[in-house]
């Protein structure tokens, strides 16, 4: 008898959700920037050990929205929570204890009564100032990797009964393009400050393999005219810089060599627009509602 079950990841911004789907998958899928609310559309991570598989899904942080971006991010986040069938709720060690997960779920139709406290960032904690907690919770580190392998154990054996949904040697379960978007938007969250990286859409426009590497090109979108020449930098360094980060990453990550072509254009005002947000995988209210 095999199993196989999705958990998703809930908890607020910077609570260390894509840090951990990376150390529980053994391979960097989601981005981490120390800026929060880098994850936009979910990253769907795949773990598989003897007759288990778990389908671990790595949303957006959980806050009230100000824009209609952050809107179309909190309902792909509530979806994910809603059909999953272990949550963990993730919350950093030093601001234990973690609020109650209902309190970050206001609007969600369905809570997965299968449920764990992950307390992420535990090596920030000195063991002699950390409170004791509550039954059935973990503590853990990405970084040093404490209590990964209790945390990975315990979700294992937690998943329903059920066949295997994905090959056993799949790390993902999104297009090879997603995940190259994915990394370029992590390179203009390192290359850029204050919120322009927020402004920054990311779009493939072609991939193309061959017998010598890989060809991407890449549109990223700003809001106005005036963002344009703060992505393209004095001399094109900043875009340069990107593309230099983004395309390592890239080929680390498809083990091959990469062509990364990158252009950089203005959708106004495109974090209120659903036409553009549907496009880059965010659900519209009807979407979600079917």
């Not at 990797?145 to 315990?154: C, Q, S």
């Not at 990453?249 to 627009?273: S, Y």
Request: proline letters at 8%; charged letters at 20%; one cysteine or more.
């Amino acid at each position: 008898m095999t199993r196989c079950g999705i958990v998703a990841l809930a908890g607020e911004p910077n609570a260390g959700k894509s840090t951990l789907l990376n150390a529980l998958v053994g391979e960097l899928l989601a981005i981490v920037s120390p800026k929060p609310q880098t994850t936009r559309v979910p990253v769907q991570g795949l773990v598989t050990e003897d007759d288990a598989q778990a389908l671990i899904v790595d949303p957006a942080g959980l806050i009230a929205p100000a824009y209609p971006l952050q809107e179309a991010m909190r309902r792909a986040a509530l979806a994910v929570i809603e059909g999953a069938d272990l949550v963990l709720h993730l919350h950093p060690l030093a601001a234990h204890p973690a609020p109650p997960l209902e309190a970050l779920l206001a609007g969600s139709s369905r809570v997965p009564p299968v449920r764990l406290t992950v307390y992420t960032k535990a090596d920030l904690v000195p063991s002699e100032r950390r409170a004791p907690l509550a039954a059935g919770a973990v503590a853990v580190s990405a970084v040093t990797g404490e209590g990964v392998a209790e945390l990975k154990a315990r979700v294992m054996a937690a998943l329903p009964d059920g066949p295997f949904l994905y090959d056993p040697d799949d790390v993902g379960t999104q297009p090879l393009r997603f995940f190259a978007a994915e990394f370029i938007r992590e390179a203009v969250f390192a290359e850029l400050r204050q919120e322009l990286p927020y402004a920054v859409a990311v779009q493939i426009d072609a991939f193309r393999e061959a017998e010598t590497g890989v060809y991407i090109r890449a549109t990223l979108a700003v809001e106005r005219e005036s963002q344009k020449p703060i992505v393209l930098g004095k001399g094109g360094r900043t875009i340069k810089a990107v593309g230099t980060a983004a395309r390592a990453r890239i080929a680390a990550f498809l083990d091959r060599a990469v062509h990364l072509d990158l252009w950089v254009t203005v959708w106004p005002k495109w974090r209120a627009d659903s036409a553009r947000l549907a496009e880059l995988g965010l659900p519209s209210r009807k979407e979600r509602g079917r």
